[in-house]
């Protein structure tokens, strides 16, 4: 069964970073496309950066504007977002997710497979 665990989530002042880790099983990592999605309180889960299958190229939301990285190891089954200069209005569960479409307009319906979460809260 595929399982995609993050952690790494926490509270943070702003201008602070955070590095968020998701930990893949069941798949064969190497054929997906990787993601990480946020999803505040009130608001509509939305898409914040994904990871070509091999790693070699990136793309994200407009909103990340540079401040966070994705990247990932395939030899560890493993995706990363380091989160730079965080603003109060970063404050979300990240989600880490698993699929098929290189695109910044990758949508939750071109997902296969959704981590659990977690929280990160930045303070103003």
């Known amino acids: 069964q595929v399982q995609l665990v993050e952690s790494g989530g926490g509270l943070v002042q702003a201008g602070g970073s955070l590095r968020l880790s998701c930990a893949a099983s069941?798949?064969?990592?190497?054929?997906?496309?990787m993601y990480w999605f946020r999803q505040a309180p009130g608001k509509e889960r939305e898409f914040v950066a994904g990871?070509?299958?091999?790693?070699?190229?990136?793309f994200d939301a407009d909103f990340v504007k540079g401040r966070f990285t994705i990247s990932r190891d395939n030899a560890k089954n493993m995706v990363y977002l380091q989160m730079n200069s965080l603003k109060p209005e970063d404050t979300a569960v990240y989600y880490c997710?698993?699929?098929?479409?290189?695109?910044?307009?990758?949508?939750?319906?071109?997902?296969?497979?959704w981590g659990k979460g977690t929280l990160v809260t930045v303070s103003s």
């Open positions: 997710a698993a699929g098929g479409r290189y695109s910044d307009r990758v949508t939750q319906r071109d997902i296969n497979f």
């Open positions: 990871i070509s299958w091999t790693g070699g190229s990136t």
């Open positions: 069941g798949l064969t990592f190497g054929s997906y496309v």
